[in-house]
């Protein structure tokens, strides 16, 4: 695996991966727009994703734009003409990216290439392009590959597995599934009440309602609560939350600005010992253990 970085910039590094698979890297904390270019071939699918922060995708000399917010990815594959990159990335943002070879990419999904619309017989020389928002667990994998700090020598086997992690995250969307086959989301009154409870658990993270009290809330059965929640967001209601606070967690601990003890208090648990418990279930390390790595 090969390393560049553009230390001109200094936002820009770019990892290659077997197979022709590369990760892009965009890390601009300066004051300023930074605009990066990168000829890429036609047999390319990319992936962006938009960690934080805003940018903006040129295409056809800057005749097209695509621009990507916070916690927000693109998909894009066009087989009868080539993609050059050319980023806009705006102060403050975190953007990474995957060029992964189409012929690479059908032989990982070959198997179930009708589960991927774009893979399937009928489109696979068709252009292709979609938006989607970053998954909570997928926001964890893309992170670590930001703030890796790794030796050299196991580097390339962890951006390997990593890449792969993302892109089974990216294509196991349970809000994806075909709505034919799901009667429940046919009714839009009953995906509005799921999506408000998804915003009362993380509103009150530290204090949730119980799932009863929830049901009564947004008026919905807590069994079609329960349903309703694990097809949209393809996670039970409590297992969502445990993801949402530690992650919360670990950016609040990442900045610096509170203790072990206060991030605790804010995402919920009334010990230090029982939220130390669960963050490690969470990353299998400690908080304090987390907040030295980043000194490292």
Not at 88 to 111: C, N, Y
Not at 142 to 151: A, D, K, V
Request: glycine fraction near 4%; charged fraction near 25%; include cysteine.
């Amino acid at each position: 695996m090969e390393t560049n970085k553009n230390v001109a910039e200094g936002i820009y590094e770019e990892t290659a991966i077997e197979d022709g698979i590369f990760v892009l890297r965009f890390d601009n904390e300066s004051a300023d727009n930074q605009l990066f270019k990168r000829e890429v071939s036609a047999h390319y699918i990319q992936f962006h994703f938009c960690i934080k922060g805003t940018g903006s995708f040129s295409f056809n000399n800057g005749n097209y734009r695509l621009p990507i917010q916070e916690e927000t990815s693109l998909l894009l594959y066009n087989p009868e003409r080539e993609l050059p990159i050319e980023v806009s990335v705006a102060p403050h943002t975190w953007v990474l990216s995957l060029l992964v070879p189409i012929k690479k990419f059908h032989a990982l999904f070959s198997k179930d290439a009708n589960y991927i619309t774009f893979l399937s017989e009928e489109n696979r020389d068709k252009k292709y392009y979609k938006d989607a928002p970053i998954s909570p667990s997928m926001a964890i994998v893309l992170n670590q590959l930001m703030n890796y700090n790794l030796h050299s020598s196991v580097r390339p086997l962890y951006f390997k597995g990593k890449v792969y992690e993302l892109l089974s995250l990216y294509f196991n969307r349970e809000e994806d599934v075909d709505i034919q086959q799901c009667p429940f989301l046919v009714d839009g009154e009953n995906v509005s009440k799921i999506k408000r409870a998804k915003e009362i658990i993380i509103a009150r993270m530290a204090e949730p309602p119980t799932l009863q009290q929830l049901s009564d809330e947004i008026q919905l059965p807590i069994n079609k609560l329960k349903e309703g929640f694990k097809q949209i967001y393809g996670d039970s209601v409590f297992s969502f939350l445990f993801d949402y606070k530690m992650e919360v967690a670990r950016q609040l601990l990442a900045s610096g600005s509170h203790n072990v003890n206060e991030v605790g208090l804010k995402v919920g648990y009334s010990t230090a010992s029982h939220f130390i418990a669960a963050f490690k279930k969470k990353y299998g390390t400690t908080p304090k253990k987390f907040i030295l790595s980043l000194t490292v």
